[in-house]
């Protein structure tokens, strides 16, 4: 099983649409999350951090449920820009090692 | 401006060939790391460093090596690359603070396509 798991897509939606992203994390040590973005064959810029009360940044809201393991990500009103993949990041200690792991990536496309 | 820059930002080299692949940033971070993106595989870190002179292995070490001399430039080295080895290289530096870079933002370079052949 994969420390860091996310439904790869593609999700498809159209212009104005709410999409939401799940990511789940096996590691119950984990101790801070993100959401990253990635363009096509570009570097991951930080899209956001995600706390355990939950965070909004405009259009992007973040949730953390740390019972669950799992991490979320909803975008509202989705514009043609919002195309891309987005990679959910987990970082732990691990018996002195720190390590930051990142899922697979989530692939969104927004269509007119 | 505040970058990560990597060099060259693409390799095709032939098994055997040792190569380095330079990074540097300027935002004076204590932490610098290597990753390598693979498709389905999302990136594995390869090495970390948490400040000058001190290195660790990340997730996927084998087959390269890290130095850190100086604060500002983390090089990747592949002393006898092989065809596995293909695939798309990031350098990435954050603050380091208490956690070690675990809670901060991480800024990436541009990316390095190495090909071994």
């Known amino acids: 099983r994969k420390e860091v798991e996310q439904d790869p897509g593609p999700f498809n939606v159209p212009e104005g649409a709410t999409v939401a992203f799940n990511c789940t994390y096996s590691n119950s040590a984990s101790q801070s999350f993100f959401w990253y973005r990635q363009d096509c064959r570009k570097e991951p810029k930080l899209l956001m951090s995600v706390y355990s009360s939950g965070n909004e940044d405009g259009r992007f809201t973040a949730q953390l449920n740390r019972a669950s393991q799992y991490i979320s990500l909803l975008i509202r009103d989705s514009k043609l820009s919002d195309s891309a993949t987005y990679l959910c990041v987990v970082g732990r200690m691990d018996t002195g090692r720190r390590a930051l792991t990142f899922g697979s990536g989530t692939r969104l496309q927004v269509q007119p | ?117």
């Not at chain 2, 993106?37 to 000058?52: A, C, F, K």
């Not at chain 2, 604060?71 to 002393?79: D, Q, S």
């Open chain 2, 1 to 117: 401006e505040a970058q990560v820059t990597q060099n060259p930002r693409y390799l095709i080299t032939v098994t055997g060939k040792k190569l380095t692949v330079t990074c540097s940033q300027n935002m004076n971070h204590e932490y610098m790391s290597w990753y390598r993106q693979d498709p389905g595989l999302g990136l594995r870190q390869i090495y970390y460093s948490m400040n000058v002179e001190v290195t660790d292995k990340g997730d996927v070490p084998e087959g390269y090596k890290v130095s850190r001399k100086e604060k500002r430039n983390f090089p990747l080295i592949l002393e006898s690359p092989s065809p596995n080895q293909t695939s798309l290289y990031f350098c990435a530096s954050s603050f380091g603070t208490t956690t070690g870079g675990l809670d901060n933002e991480q800024f990436f370079g541009p990316g390095t396509r190495l090909t071994v052949l």
